[in-house]
């Protein structure tokens, strides 16, 4: 139906950046929101960042001021912007659309196969 690939991750050292990629292809009707999630070893999955079909975003307090979520629907790409990176920060990124298919009315959630950022000290 829709498949994600995700692209960017990687090594960096505190302090750097990275950008991520997502693009979504296939029975696309329209997507409502693209996301960005991790997960760290050990830990439950949460919430980065979400990005709206008109623009809203809303981020996790601990990378507010420090990530920037973008989307370029005419792509269906969502990036995530990630600067001045810490440890903490290293996991694997997911990212998460919410997608009407065609050719039903449903929405379905779709994600990535997960991209691995590492952030060494």
């Known amino acids: 139906q829709v498949h994600l690939v995700e692209s960017g991750g990687g090594l960096v050292q505190a302090g750097g950046s990275l950008r991520v990629s997502c693009a979504a292809s296939?029975?696309?009707?329209?997507?409502?929101?693209m996301g960005w999630y991790r997960q760290a070893p050990g830990k439950q999955r949460e919430l980065v960042a979400t990005i709206t079909s008109g623009g809203s975003t809303d981020y996790a307090d601990s990378v507010k001021g420090r990530f920037t979520i973008s989307g370029d629907n005419a792509k269906n790409t969502v990036y995530l912007q990630m600067n001045s990176l810490k440890p903490e920060d290293t996991a694997v990124y997911y990212c998460?659309?919410?997608?009407?298919?065609?050719?039903?009315?449903?929405?379905?959630?779709?994600w990535g196969q997960g991209t691995q950022v590492t952030v060494s000290s």
């Open positions: 296939g029975l696309i009707r329209s997507i409502n929101t």
């Open positions: 998460r659309f919410t997608v009407a298919v065609v050719p039903t009315p449903n929405v379905y959630v779709f």
